[in-house]
T-cell receptor, first 110, second 114 residues
Framework: TQLLEQSPQFLSIQEGENLTVYCNSSSVFSSLQWYRQEPGEGPVLLVTVVTGGEVKKLKRLTFQFGDARKDSSLHITAAQPGDTGLYLCAGDYGNNRLAFGKGNQVVVIP | DTEVTQTPKHLVMGMTNKKSLKCEQHMGHRAMYWYKQKAKKPPELMFVYSYEKLSINESVPSRFSPECPNSSLLNLHLHALQPEDSALYLC?????????????FGSGTRLTVV
């Protein structure tokens, strides 16, 4: 299984602040995905990035895929309490398999 | 229909019981998966089904037995489990050979083995 490291593991910020979390690997992935998971629920797909250097925006969330397709970042602008959750990155390592990082637990305080 | 439905949502079973977890999707996905997730850990792949055939078993103990009766259904049969098997069991589906649209996960079954 390919190793994906996410940092920071835990982040607590005030409503309205900006934050960035990271997903890094020594391996190259054909695609990388970001999911958000809330307690007791399954992960929900936010975005898939495929091309090195790609930037995708989803409202206040900005996702970037590294040029070498080994790492990615998620930036949230003006965080809201509804952004609270566990953010998981996952890399496609073939045969329809995804390897998940341990996640970034984000808490946005009203 | 863009959902994956898992039943039951919660299950408590004894170590000598036999139970089954069920998963259903109607998105036309031909790949289906079982993942296990312990508290504060990422999901870990257990099984992959592709076109209703088991394609990957990630060295899962035989007390877990998957079954894919048709392209919409995926079951996980449980027998003689241990307390350490308590976890959130997640079912997911996707297109085969193209993960650009990612996995669609169900809400999971919270399993407690007593």
């Amino acid at each position: 299984t390919q190793l994906l490291e996410q940092s920071p593991q835990f982040l607590s910020i005030q409503e309205g602040e900006n934050l960035t979390v990271y997903c890094n690997s020594s391996s190259v992935f054909s695609s990388l995905q970001w999911y958000r998971q809330e307690p007791g629920e399954g992960p929900v797909l936010l975005v898939t990035v495929v091309t090195g250097g790609e930037v995708k925006k989803l409202k206040r969330l900005t996702f970037q895929f590294g040029d070498a397709r080994k790492d990615s970042s998620l930036h949230i602008t003006a965080a809201q309490p509804g952004d609270t959750g566990l953010y998981l990155c996952a890399g496609d390592y073939g045969n329809n398999r995804l390897a998940f990082g341990k996640g970034n637990q984000v808490v946005v305080i009203p | 229909d863009t959902e994956v439905t898992q039943t039951p949502k919660h299950l408590v079973m004894g170590m000598t019981n036999k139970k089954s977890l069920k998963c259903e999707q109607h998105m036309g996905h031909r790949a289906m998966y079982w993942y296990k997730q312990k508290a504060k850990k990422p999901p870990e792949l257990m099984f992959v089904y592709s076109y209703e055939k088991l394609s990957i078993n990630e060295s899962v103990p035989s007390r877990f037995s998957p079954e894919c009766p048709n392209s919409s259904l995926l079951n996980l049969h449980l027998h003689a489990l241990q307390p350490e098997d308590s976890a959130l069991y997640l079912c997911a589906s996707s297109q085969v050979g193209d993960l650009n649209y990612g996995y669609t996960f169900g809400s999971g079954t919270r399993l407690t083995v007593v």
